[in-house]
C-alpha cells in the first residue's frame, strides 16, 4: 500500500466514526495515528514520554489532496448544517460511495 492510499484508509476510518467534521479534525487525527507508529526516541525513552510531532509538510499537503479527491468524488461534501455550509466544514455525502473506497483498517 503506498502513501497516498494509506493515508486515504486513515482518513476514511476517522470519517466513518466522525461523518460530520473538519478539516483540522482530519489532519490532527492523522497526525496523532502517525505518531503513534513512529519510533521511540532516546530522550522519549529516557524520560518516558511521548513529544508531540508535527504531521510533515508533505503529509499536510497529502490529507488535503486526499480530502478534494473525496470531494471530487462526491463521498464528502462542504457543509454540516445551515449554519455551517463551506469549509472547513465537511459531512460524509453518500454511504454507498463512501464504503467503495473504505476498507476495514486498524490504526
Avoid: C
Wanted: proline letters at 7%.
Amino acid at each position: 500500500m503506498n502513501r497516498k492510499e494509506y493515508l486515504l484508509q486513515v482518513i476514511l476510518h476517522f470519517l466513518k466514526e466522525n461523518p460530520q467534521t473538519q478539516t483540522g479534525a482530519i489532519h490532527e487525527y492523522v497526525r496523532s495515528v502517525l505518531h503513534s507508529e513512529a519510533p521511540i526516541n532516546p530522550v522519549e525513552a529516557r524520560l518516558n514520554i511521548r513529544l508531540s510531532t508535527p504531521i510533515t509538510n508533505e503529509d499536510a499537503m497529502l490529507v488535503n489532496e486526499i480530502i478534494y479527491d473525496l470531494i471530487h468524488t462526491r463521498v464528502l461534501t462542504p457543509g454540516v448544517d445551515r449554519s455551517n455550509l463551506d469549509l472547513p466544514f465537511i459531512s460524509v455525502t453518500s454511504e454507498e460511495n463512501f464504503k467503495t473506497y473504505y476498507r476495514p483498517f486498524n490504526t
